[in-house]
C-alpha cells in the first residue's frame, strides 16, 4: 500500500493544498519498506488529488483539507485521514497499527492555511 502525507518537510501540514512537499511511504506488511519526498507541484483546484492518485497513493493524512479534494479522493477510492499532526513517519505508523483516525477536518478558508476545523 502506499501512503501520501502533506508535509512541510517531515511534519504534517495543517492543510493540505499548501504543504510544502508530500511524503509518500510504501508499506508491506504492515510496516514501512520505502519512503519519498515528492515537492508539492502547485496547489490548483482538482489537481493535486489527482496528481497523488495517479502516483499510486491509496491513502492520504493531513491536518485538514478542502471538501473539492475530499470528494476527489473518495471519487477515486483513495481513504483520507485528516486531523492528524506531527510526524509524518509516526502518522504512517499509527495507521499501519490501527490507531490513526480520521477527525473529517474540513478547510473553508484556502487562502488561510492555518483555517481549518479540527
Same mark, same amino acid.
Given at each position: 500500500?502506499?501512503?501520501?502525507?502533506?508535509?512541510?518537510?517531515?511534519?504534517?501540514?495543517?492543510? +493540505?493544498?499548501?504543504?510544502?512537499?508530500?511524503?509518500?511511504?510504501?508499506?508491506?506488511?504492515?510496516?514501512?519498506?520505502?519512503?519519498?519526498?515528492?515537492?508539492?507541484?502547485?496547489?490548483?483546484?482538482?489537481?493535486?488529488?489527482? +496528481?497523488?492518485?495517479?502516483?499510486?497513493?491509496?491513502?492520504? /493524512?493531513?491536518?485538514?483539507?478542502?471538501?473539492?479534494?475530499?470528494? /476527489? +479522493?473518495?471519487?477515486?477510492?483513495?481513504?483520507?485521514?485528516?486531523?492528524?499532526?506531527?510526524?509524518?513517519?509516526?502518522?504512517?505508523?499509527?495507521?499501519?497499527?490501527?490507531?490513526?483516525?480520521?477527525?473529517?477536518?474540513?478547510?473553508?478558508?484556502?487562502?488561510?492555511?492555518?483555517?481549518?476545523?479540527?
Amino acid at each position: 500500500m502506499k501512503i501520501a502525507v502533506a508535509c512541510n518537510g517531515n511534519e504534517i501540514w495543517p492543510h +493540505f493544498g499548501h504543504c510544502e512537499n508530500f511524503n509518500m511511504y510504501d508499506t508491506e506488511n504492515g510496516q514501512i519498506t520505502a519512503e519519498e519526498n515528492i515537492p508539492n507541484p502547485g496547489h490548483r483546484p482538482g489537481f493535486l488529488p489527482n +496528481f497523488l492518485a495517479d502516483r499510486g497513493a491509496e491513502v492520504i /493524512i493531513a491536518g485538514g483539507m478542502g471538501g473539492g479534494a475530499v470528494e /476527489i +479522493f473518495n471519487e477515486r477510492n483513495i481513504e483520507v485521514i485528516m486531523g492528524a499532526s506531527g510526524s509524518a513517519k509516526e502518522a504512517v505508523e499509527a495507521y499501519l497499527r490501527g490507531e490513526l483516525q480520521s477527525t473529517g477536518s474540513i478547510c473553508h478558508e484556502h487562502q488561510h492555511a492555518g483555517d481549518c476545523d479540527k
